[in-house]
């Protein structure tokens, strides 16, 4: 987890050089995913929970259920950003081949940080000031550029391509799954 943790805080305070750790340190993907992001998405699950506690006085079963949804969004986002990605991204690679390891270590990453992004935003209400952290997470995938071996050329492309694979999906789960739990 500190590992994670660690290379999450390298990312947002200068996103080149994090990449470049990131690529030195070579952590394992799926070590990273059980020992960062799931630990994160359950964090992030509780935060959704007390944060409806103090804000809606629900009953019990309605903040377990935003908890559980919480978590689940951001678990989903993780599969569904390595699907998007694995499928799109050999269009717009140098050499037209693409590292799963990679993928699996950005995914892992950048949806860490919109799961922070959502601790922050339960944490304190007044979330219309954090809209814009996902910024954050746009440049961080601009940055990837050269850890994915992505074409210069071809740098929108990938951009577009990460914030369909994992800003967007946190926001349409999120709005799938919120009127399921009342």
């Known amino acids: 987890m500190l590992l994670y943790l660690k290379l999450m805080l390298q990312l947002v305070l200068a996103p080149l050089k994090g990449w470049e750790d990131v690529e030195l340190t070579a952590p394992n993907p799926r070590r990273l995913f059980a020992a960062g992001l799931l630990p994160l998405s359950v964090f992030a699950g509780v935060c959704a929970s007390l944060a409806a506690l103090w804000l809606t006085k629900s009953g019990v079963f309605t903040l377990i259920m935003r908890g559980i949804a919480c978590c689940v969004t951001y678990l989903l986002t993780y599969y569904i950003a390595q699907a998007v990605l694995i499928s799109l991204l050999p269009r717009i690679t140098v050499d037209g081949l693409i590292d799963r390891d990679r993928i ?10 919109m799961a922070i992004i959502g601790i922050i935003t339960n944490l304190f209400p007044m979330e219309h000031i954090f809209q814009f952290l996902p910024i954050i997470v746009v440049i961080i995938i601009y940055r990837a550029r050269r850890f994915l071996s992505v074409d210069r050329a071809k740098t929108g492309l990938m951009i577009a391509f990460g914030i369909v694979a ?4 946190v926001y349409i789960l999120g709005r799938i799954l919120s009127p399921l739990i009342g």
């Open 104 to 113: 699996s270590i950005l995914s892992t990453l950048c949806v860490g940080i």
């Open 166 to 169: 994992v800003i967007l999906p």
